[in-house]
């Protein structure tokens, strides 16, 4: 059964500081890794996403770390702000062209003032 | 560009009672999906629709959760009867590629 473990469930850090989300897989066909943000009573919202060619891509000051061999990727938040406050969502995309979504479970992300 | 629309913002029914959640997606996208996110979850696909017809529904209740994508735009999921465990955010999303655009979602409270 397709899986996508996330870590840690919350997280508090003062503004400023780096914030990194974990997240572990377990089927090698997956062929696209997303995170969304979400805010209470919105949607979620794709933040960014990389693909497993690829170690590492950075948008703004949102950063993909992703290494292949351990089936790991992670997100780093840089400067954090109290804006950044959200849950955050991994995810990961089956092979085959369905475009089906596998999320994690979720990271409740708090940046104090 | 207009985004994903979904109606009602807000249900909440008596167990055993029927619901039915509407998806506009946005304009041009042919997949369309319903996800089910409980309190404390990530969502959790329902059904998949490529136009009209359906590509993925493994993971829909389908003794008691229908969903039609008629003429391959708008949407609609039904409950039919709701439980207590039905209670959830459903969310519409939509794609054209790699991207899946989120609706809203659906607040439902079943009692």
């Known amino acids: 059964q397709q899986q996508v473990k996330q870590s840690p469930q919350s997280l508090i850090v003062q503004k400023g500081g780096i914030p990194i989300i974990n997240c572990a897989y377990e089927?090698?066909?997956?062929?696209?890794f997303p995170w969304y943000q979400q805010f209470p009573g919105k949607g979620p919202a794709l933040l960014i996403a990389?693909?497993?060619?690829?170690s590492e891509k950075k948008e703004g000051r949102f950063t993909i770390s992703f290494n292949k061999s351990a089936k790991q990727f992670s997100l780093h938040i840089m400067d954090s702000q109290p804006g950044d406050s959200a849950t955050y969502f991994c995810?990961?995309?089956?092979?085959?062209?369905?475009?089906?979504?596998?999320f994690g479970k979720g990271t409740l992300l708090t940046v104090n003032p | 560009e207009a985004g994903v629309a979904q109606s009602p913002r807000y249900k909440i029914i008596e167990k055993r009672q029927s619901v039915a959640f509407w998806c506009n997606p946005i304009?041009?996208?042919?997949?369309l999906y319903w996800y089910q996110q409980i309190l404390g979850q990530g969502p959790k696909l329902l059904i998949q629709?490529?136009?009209?017809?359906?590509?993925?529904d493994s993971q829909l209740p389908k003794d008691r959760f229908s969903a039609e994508r008629l003429k391959g735009v708008d949407s609609t999921l039904k409950i039919q009867p709701a439980k207590l465990e039905d209670s959830a955010v459903y969310l519409c999303?939509?794609?054209?590629?790699?991207?899946?655009?989120f609706g809203p979602g659906t607040r439902l409270t079943v009692l």
């Open positions: 999303a939509s794609s054209s590629a790699d991207t899946q655009y």
């Open positions: 089927n090698t066909a997956f062929d696209y």
């Open positions: 990389i693909r497993p060619d690829v």
């Open positions: 995810a990961a995309r089956g092979e085959g062209g369905n475009y089906k979504l596998t």
């Open positions: 304009s041009g996208h042919a997949t």
């Open positions: 629709f490529q136009n009209n017809g359906v590509v993925d």
